[in-house]
């Protein structure tokens, strides 16, 4: 959020009445509050800001609360307050209208997706396995990032049920499978004892992937996906 000053300001060497002007704000932003000076009004709707008389020399000034809209990249926003009115005929007008650019970047838009499938099962084993005691069944989270710039320092976090046991050692040697935008991030263990080194950890039934030790980028149009098995005790 931000805040747009709008100020106007007598040059001249008497008094201006009936001053009013517009600021109808962009469609990059979204209203939020505003302060008007004693005696005036705006109106965020049209845009109007009603200030009546300005002695001379003499100076008002509107503050209008902002939030910047989602953009998918950098955008420049730009304000524009004009079409300012007295009473009094104005003989130099060339100051009669300011713009006022802010830059809006592009944010990281996160989605979270989390899907499982039973892999094989003692009865019938990899042939329409069922969830039965005794199954495998994997669990597929994805992270997408629908925005517009790189979203650093992605980490997940997932509490596994107390009636289920974590698979170690499903994936060649490693405890998951960690893909990001295509890549495998090896190696990637839940082992205790390592210290949670290589950033993959499983605490009691608390399992994370990313911390200090795996710092996890996920750029825009890319998504991070984490895969485990489980038993069915």
Not at 123 to 142: D, Q, R, S
Not at 186 to 204: H, I, V, W
Request: aromatic content about 4%; some cysteine; proline content about 4%.
């Amino acid at each position: 959020s931000f805040t747009y000053s709008v100020t106007v300001t007598n040059n001249g060497d008497s008094a201006a009445t009936n001053v009013s002007l517009v600021d109808i704000l962009p469609s990059g932003v979204s209203y939020v509050s505003h302060i008007a000076p004693a005696g005036t009004s705006y109106d965020n709707t049209t845009g109007i800001w009603n200030i009546g008389s300005l002695p001379y020399p003499g100076t008002k000034t509107l503050n209008i609360s902002v939030t910047a809209n989602q953009v998918t990249a950098d955008t420049v926003v730009t304000n524009t307050a004009n079409n300012l009115q007295q009473d009094q005929a104005d003989i130099d007008t060339s100051n009669n209208q300011a713009s006022a650019n802010v830059t809006v970047l592009a944010a990281p838009i996160i989605s979270l997706q989390k899907n499982s499938s039973t892999i094989t099962d003692p009865v019938n084993g990899t042939t329409n396995p069922k969830a039965i005691p005794g199954a495998i069944v994997e669990y597929v989270i994805t992270i997408s990032n629908g925005g517009g710039s790189d979203a650093d320092s992605v980490s997940i976090s997932d509490t596994l049920d107390t009636d289920i046991t974590f698979v170690a050692d499903a994936y060649a040697g490693q405890d998951l499978l960690v893909v990001n935008d295509g890549t495998t991030i090896t190696p990637c263990n839940a082992d205790a004892g390592d210290g949670d080194s290589d950033g993959c950890a499983l605490d009691g039934q608390d399992l994370t992937v990313g911390n200090t030790n795996l710092a996890i980028t996920v750029t825009a149009g890319t998504s991070l996906v984490v895969t485990y098995r489980v038993l069915i005790p």
